[in-house]
């Protein structure tokens, strides 16, 4: 996957999760993300050659989940995540548009169109009732990796001009 749209996945993440009021965390920078992701990718290679050492084990959890490590694209984790909503129902959830109000003016303005980014990041909360349909499922994929490559990186992190900040 490439890097910097993991990035932007974290933050959209991190996003949802704070407008959920649904434990955050910290949001990281993109080099503070980096460093953690590179830590936990040398822990899994240790804690592979260590056959599951449960210290490693619990150290990688833990990044995982300050990273939202998969929050997108693992359906057990959006259907765990989903199950513990409350019923309220969110404006940021109904609609593409809806969930757009996690974006900067300016992030919404680098979308190719209006709803795209929330269409993305809504279509992956649709995986985990497709999982016992394998070609829905299959189909809902190929929806999100078109959806990917037209959204592009809109976040205002990777559009700084150097030096300002």
């Known amino acids: 996957m490439n890097p910097f749209r993991e990035y932007q996945d ?3 993440a991190h996003r949802l999760r704070e407008a959920l009021d649904f434990y955050p965390g910290k949001l990281y920078s993109l080099s503070e993300y980096a460093t953690l992701r590179l830590r936990r990718s ?15 084990l619990s150290r990688i959890e833990q990044i995982t989940d300050d990273l939202n490590y998969g929050f997108w694209s693992n359906p057990g984790l959006l259907k765990a995540f989903l199950r513990r909503l409350s019923p ?8 593409p548009e ?4 996690l974006l900067s003016n300016t992030e919404r303005l680098r979308l190719k169109k209006p709803g795209l980014a929330g269409r993305y990041y809504l279509g992956w909360l649709r995986l985990p009732e497709l999982l016992d349909e394998p070609s829905k499922f299959e189909q ?3 929806e999100q990796e078109h959806l990917a490559e037209e959204l592009g990186l809109f976040l205002d992190e990777f559009h700084k001009v150097a030096g300002s900040g």
């Open 10 to 12: 974290y933050v959209m």
């Open 88 to 95: 309220v129902q969110y404006p940021v959830l109904c609609s």
């Open 140 to 142: 809902a994929m190929l």
């Open 98 to 101: 809806g969930f757009e109000a």
């Open 42 to 56: 040398e822990l899994v290679r240790k804690l592979v050659g260590r056959q599951g050492d449960p210290a490693l």
